[in-house]
């Protein structure tokens, strides 16, 4: 049976006696979610831009990479070489990049197709690239003594580029950031540049909160960046309490400047898209293209050239000209922006290869940039031979066809297109090179629902060439509907989705089995299942069948039964264990460094420790008969198993990684068990639940216990 309710939201049901402390964090929704700005216009340039130039640059510019004899370094090598705040210190000295051209730096970013530019005006290590007021770490205490910020905000202006700010919320210089490196133990409290007196400091982040928010302001004011791009806000004293006020600040100080989400909690690691209400006008994946955009979300991925932010001498694994193209094409097409880095050298100049790549990437601008300005995401799910991106005038549709793969018989088959075709030309390079490119008319047939393009047998650009196609009306595609759900088992009810490929298509259903026709149910909204459904459903135009059939089959389930728990203590037991792993290891042959207890399943203070793993273990109250999502994140591997069963398996090297599992469970009380290890480099875990097609929360402290 199809029952239109909504499932109920985890942990709203009260926990019988007795009760503990509530200590539970704001809950998240299980799709990304990004607070946009209102309908104000402060996007607008921002996404007209799509492709942007990031810029790591600082003291750590002048070690190359490289710290004793080791040189896998870059931006990080303060803390990846651990090296103390006094040696740091002495790069002062070594900072003065004689070469740095703001006006060259400027022009290459226009001249590659890049509208906007965002460095660095303070990373990790503190040191500050501009004159401030609140701090000596800063440029005008090194040889140099000139105003990077300023010379380039300026130089931007002159060229046409918006010129934003890269600003790091971690600080390993400040004497009150916490926490500290667990390396440096009492070596922070060497004295450094301008401040007094370490020796009787206690730390106080508030007050390094305020210094935050005094050169946020400063920034804003001075150099007009038009976006606030923040990081370092992962650590566990960065929390909503912290961001929400910030991101208010920063457009209190300028209501027309955009900021980005790191400004807040709730990133999902490398993927970057926020969960829950927190704040931020974009997300922001890194290193990374997700798999599809981000349908009415604004979202950029930031990615390097080679594999460092900051410049590495050794590091030559540039990626080419034609990949850097085709990561700008495939991002577009999926309705997000490009920030493409450049890690300078110490002399102020860009690597040559960087130099090399930005002509020939703005040398394709130039030509096909049209199809990337301004476009949106394009209307297909996928396309064997490239990417779409589409723009929208006037009861018509500019669909720009970006062909990776050119066909050798000259026949391009765009497949399932609905709408009648007014138009179509290849782009191609203009007799003049101060024009964009030329078009040159495109013969094109229909063949069934399919739309078949003659061009010639050679491609226009050996990069990506484009085809300009023109529609009548919003772009219409035959594809086969997707069915979503959280889970394919539930206890109670499951909330299930149909999406249409196009909003002109009608999608029909049914329960029992049959094929759909004109005749089936028409889908309109949620469906809820409450017994064991076989799903199908497809796409029609008009009264015509124009996909294929998708279908899936939900299961009912009996909840596994909970445990009588009439005596227990708050929190879960923690075990502690140290060694050097790649997968997890079987902690019951290991002997625990220390044991302690959680009130929640986290990192904490250990965020930053490497060669350890931990386990918690105890019991989670559920409290209601459902089909439980359970959502395990971490950086390196983890494991969540719940009565003895395994859940999610999350194991492994790897950066941060969201994994997720589902259990049907009994209201009451079930043993859980959380593994995780670290190997070297960053740390993370975080986990959440939540019934199946509900928002998805960490398990507050009050429904977790142990034995006695």
Not at 393 to 409: C, I, M
Request: proline share 7%.
């Amino acid at each position: 049976m199809v029952c239109y309710l909504l499932a109920s939201v985890f942990l709203s049901a009260p926990l019988p006696s007795p009760a503990m402390p509530n200590n539970s964090r704001p809950t998240a929704d299980p799709q990304p979610e990004i607070r946009n700005p209102q309908s104000d216009g402060r996007l607008d340039w921002w996404r007209e831009a799509r492709f942007g130039m990031f810029i790591h640059w600082g003291l750590y510019s002048t070690l190359e990479g490289e710290w004793n004899g080791s040189k896998g370094h870059a931006e990080w090598i303060r803390t990846t070489a651990q090296i103390p705040v006094a040696e740091y210190e002495k790069l002062l000295a070594g900072f003065n990049p004689v070469k740095f051209d703001a006006d060259a730096w400027a022009r290459m970013a226009k001249d590659a197709g890049m509208k906007y530019l965002v460095i660095t005006s303070k990373h990790h290590d503190g040191f500050c690239l501009f004159d401030s007021a609140h701090t000596e770490w800063d440029v005008m205490s090194t040889p140099f003594k000139r105003d990077i910020l300023k010379e380039l905000s300026d130089a931007c202006k002159r060229h046409g580029v918006r010129f934003a700010t890269y600003h790091s919320i971690m600080d390993w210089h400040h004497p009150d950031y916490l926490p500290k490196r667990g390396w440096e133990g009492e070596t922070w409290r060497q004295a450094r540049v301008g401040v007094p007196n370490l020796d009787k400091h206690v730390p106080n982040f508030d007050r390094f909160n305020e210094y935050l928010r005094k050169q946020v302001v400063e920034i804003i004011q001075k150099y007009d960046p038009g976006v606030m791009w923040f990081d370092g806000e992962w650590e566990a004293t960065w929390t909503h309490a912290y961001g929400k006020p910030l991101y208010e600040l920063c457009l209190k100080t300028n209501p027309r400047i955009i900021v980005n989400n790191r400004v807040d909690k709730g990133r999902g690691g490398m993927a970057g898209m926020t969960t829950g209400d927190h704040l931020g006008d974009f997300g922001t994946p890194e290193q990374e293209i997700p798999a599809t955009g981000f349908p009415g979300v604004d979202w950029e991925s930031c990615m390097t050239m080679n594999r460092n932010w900051g410049w590495n001498r050794e590091d030559k694994e540039f990626k080419s000209t034609k990949e850097m193209i085709r990561m700008l094409v495939d991002i577009a097409s999926k309705g997000g922006n490009f920030l493409m880095n450049i890690g300078p050298k110490p002399d102020g100049t860009f690597p040559e290869e960087s130099v090399q790549r930005l002509k020939e990437i703005g040398e394709w601008m130039r030509v096909y940039g049209s199809s990337i300005y301004g476009t949106e995401a394009g209307p297909f799910k996928k396309l064997d031979w490239g990417r779409c991106t589409m723009r929208r005038s006037e009861g018509r549709t500019k669909l720009y066809l970006h062909v990776f793969d050119w066909p050798a018989d000259g026949k391009l088959v765009v497949p399932g297109l609905g709408n009648e075709v007014v138009g179509a030309s290849s782009i191609r390079s203009s007799s003049n090179a101060e024009l964009p490119g030329a078009r040159v008319r495109v013969p094109f047939a229909r063949i069934d629902s399919d739309v078949v393009l003659e061009l010639p047998r050679t491609a226009p650009d050996a990069n990506c060439s484009v085809v300009e196609l023109d529609v009548q009306g919003e772009p219409v595609v035959y594809e086969a509907p997707v069915i979503r759900a959280d889970s394919d088992i539930f206890v109670q009810t499951l909330p299930v989705d149909i999406e249409s490929s196009s909003k002109e298509l009608a999608i029909r259903y049914t329960i029992d089995g049959s094929i759909p026709d004109a005749d089936s149910p028409r889908y309109t909204g949620r469906l809820v299942l409450d017994e064991t459904t076989a799903l199908k459903a497809r796409a029609f135009h008009g009264t015509k069948a124009v996909s294929a059939v998708t279908e899936a089959t939900f299961t009912k389930v009996k909840p596994m039964p909970a445990v009588n728990l009439a005596d227990y203590r708050p929190g879960l037991r923690l075990e502690v264990f140290k060694g050097d792993w790649n997968r997890m290891p079987d902690f019951d042959k290991l002997t625990p460094a220390s044991k302690e207890s959680a009130s929640v399943i986290s990192l904490g203070l250990r965020s930053k420790e490497e060669f350890v793993g931990l386990r918690f273990s105890g019991y989670l109250n559920v409290p209601e008969d459902q089909a439980y999502v359970f959502e395990l994140t971490s950086d390196d591997g983890s494991r969540l198993l719940i009565d003895g069963k395994l859940v999610v398996d999350n194991d492994g090297l790897h950066s941060t990684e969201t994994k997720r599992g589902v259990a049907p469970l009994a209201r009451g009380w079930h043993a859980i068990t959380v593994e995780w290890f670290n190997k070297t480099g960053g740390a993370d875990l975080a986990l959440t639940l939540a019934p199946v097609g509900a928002r998805q929360a960490a398990p507050p402290a009050d429904r977790l216990a142990h034995r006695p």
